[in-house]
């Protein structure tokens, strides 16, 4: 069974950087496409990243290009979101989630790890 667990979130000012971590159980990890969403309070939850299944190509949300990367490690199977100048607005439960390889949904997710940016 695939499991995904998210880690490296927490309470970070403004400007800061955090890098969140999405460590993913299953033989085959390195074949699948990955993403990074997020929920803020009282909002529906929006996409934020998006890496191919060999890193070769990334996409982003507008609200987060040019801050967040978004990166992995097959090795370790492991997605990575390095966040950087964060903003209060990107306050939110960040869920890493597999791309699934017959839609164009995900198929499995994460449990969540709490960002939150103060001013």
């Known amino acids: 069974q695939v499991q995904l667990v998210e880690s490296g979130g927490g309470l970070v000012q403004a400007g800061g950087s955090l890098r969140l971590s999405c460590a993913v159980s299953?033989?085959?990890?390195?074949?699948?496409?990955m993403g990074w969403f997020r929920q803020a309070p009282g909002k529906e939850r929006e996409f934020a990243a998006y890496?191919?299944?060999?890193?070769?190509?990334?996409y982003y949300a507008d609200s987060v290009k040019g801050r967040f990367t978004i990166s992995r490690d097959n090795a370790k199977n492991t997605v990575y979101l390095q966040m950087n100048s964060l903003k209060v607005e990107d306050t939110a439960v960040y869920y890493c989630?597999?791309?699934?390889?017959?839609?164009?949904?995900?198929?499995?997710w994460g449990q969540g790890t709490q960002v939150t940016v103060s001013s």
């Open positions: 989630a597999r791309k699934s390889a017959t839609g164009q949904g995900y198929d499995y």
């Open positions: 299953g033989r085959t990890f390195s074949s699948y496409a």
């Open positions: 890496i191919s299944w060999n890193g070769g190509s990334t």
